[in-house]
T-cell receptor, first 115, second 113 residues
């Protein structure tokens, strides 16, 4: 079955540590996204990538980093510079491009808690 | 620029009653509109989408939405809700192609037995 997987589902981190969240898709989508979700704030875009080896900052990129070395994978690193990293992180992908409808498909999410 | 406003943060409704979740958008270009559902501690699942054509769109789980261009609205409706519909619902808008997708802040639907 095609879909998006995220791991781990729950992640605990001590202050000052970097952590990496995994996102893999087998939908053959060109575009991938990372969102952060906090109660009452909806989804906020962290980073997105429209093609391999290219990515752009979203609305709240500070304290985060990404890479896109393979079409299927788009890992997100939450660095120690992120002041309030406790949140629910969602990865998505879409078949973006000229003429696409940009329907986004989401993974199950990773809940990060900083202790 | 585009934006989405979900007018209600929470909507309580009794089981088997009808429900409408409101969504208004603004955009300077033609739009694609989406409704997603999120169950606790899960990702977002696509309920339905409007791309073009008929303004009444039917989705999964008995939900439907109507695109109203003059009122810039895309309200989600269900004639009879079930306990299992308790979830958070997100409206989203996109200009398609390389345009950014913008999500609303969500509406929590609480179905009361």
């Amino acid at each position: 079955d095609g879909g998006i997987t995220q791991s781990p589902k729950y992640l605990f981190r001590k202050e000052g540590q970097n952590v990496t969240l995994s996102c893999e898709q087998n939908l053959n989508h060109d575009a991938m996204y990372w969102y952060r979700q906090d109660p009452g704030q909806g989804l906020r875009l962290i980073y997105y990538s429209q093609i391999v080896n290219d990515f752009q900052k979203g609305d709240i990129a500070e304290g985060y980093s990404v890479s896109r070395e393979k079409k299927e994978s788009f890992p997100l690193t939450v660095t120690s510079a992120q002041k309030n990293p406790t949140a629910f992180y969602l990865c998505a992908s879409s078949d973006r491009g000229r003429g696409s409808t940009d329907t986004q498909y989401f993974g199950p999410g990773t809940r990060l808690t900083v202790l | 620029a585009q934006s989405v406003t979900q007018l209600d943060s929470q909507v309580p409704v009794f089981e088997e009653a009808p429900v409408e979740l409101r969504c208004n958008y603004s955009s300077s270009v033609s739009v694609y509109l989406f409704w997603y559902v999120q169950y606790p501690n899960q990702g977002l699942q696509l309920l339905l989408k409007y791309l073009s054509g008929s303004t009444l769109v039917k989705g999964i789980n008995g939900f439907e939405a109507e695109f109203n261009k003059s009122q810039t609205s895309f309200h989600l409706r269900k004639p009879s809700v079930h306990i299992s519909d308790t979830a958070e619902y997100f409206c989203a808008v996109s200009g398609g192609g390389y345009q950014k997708v913008t999500f609303g802040t969500g509406t929590k639907l609480q179905v009361i037995p």
